[in-house]
């Protein structure tokens, strides 16, 4: 019995529970990065603030530009987030295509099984039948053969020709020839 599918699946649900755990870190790295991002990039805000209150002309300028930044690394996140999901689906879906292609090759390994065990079976019996056969075509031509010899033994109920001791191989009479006119 072979292990292989049974290993094959083990496999490919092992590396599909694996990659979902690792995608599932990387999405809450991803998040905890995001959070952190905007808490700092609030921090920096608030700070610009006060310091524009201070020097107005010179920080409203910095001001525009980190929330630009902010906006863009929020955006950055956000799509780098979709794209992991998309792969994390991507490899869902593979994985279930996986699944479905190894539980066709059971059910077709399982009919190969059942339909090489009934072809064993009809060819064991095919084989007594023949060997039946062939006994029984043995034993009736050892039956025409004994019945033979014995007629050519024997003179039309009478007495037999030869005595049984006298015809064996050691003395050159073979069952095949006759006494007659010899």
Do not use: W
Not at 3 to 26: C, E, Q, R, V
Not at 154 to 159: E, F, M, V
Not at 161 to 171: A, D, G, I, S, Y
């Amino acid at each position: 019995m072979s292990f292989l599918p049974f290993i094959t699946a083990f496999a490919t649900i092992y590396g599909a529970y694996t990659a979902k755990k690792s995608a599932d870190k990387a999405r809450k790295a991803g998040q905890e990065a995001s959070r952190q991002a905007a808490e700092q990039a609030k921090a920096a805000l608030e700070e610009s603030q006060k310091m524009r209150e201070e020097q107005t002309g010179y920080y409203a300028s910095q001001l525009e530009k980190q929330e630009q930044e902010l906006q863009l690394l929020t955006n950055q996140q956000a799509t780098a987030s979709a794209d992991r999901q998309k792969v994390i689906d991507a490899y869902n879906s593979m994985v279930d295509v996986q699944r479905q292609q190894f539980q066709t090759a059971q059910t077709s390994l399982q009919q190969e099984t059942a339909r090489y065990e009934e072809q064993r079976s009809e060819a064991t019996k095919r084989e007594e039948a023949l060997q039946k056969e062939i006994d029984e075509r043995r034993i009736k031509e050892i039956q025409d053969e004994q019945s033979s010899a014995r007629a050519r033994r024997l003179r039309g109920g009478k007495r037999g020709l030869l005595n049984q001791n006298r015809l064996n191989p050691e003395l050159g009479i073979q069952s095949q020839q006759t006494t007659l006119g010899a």
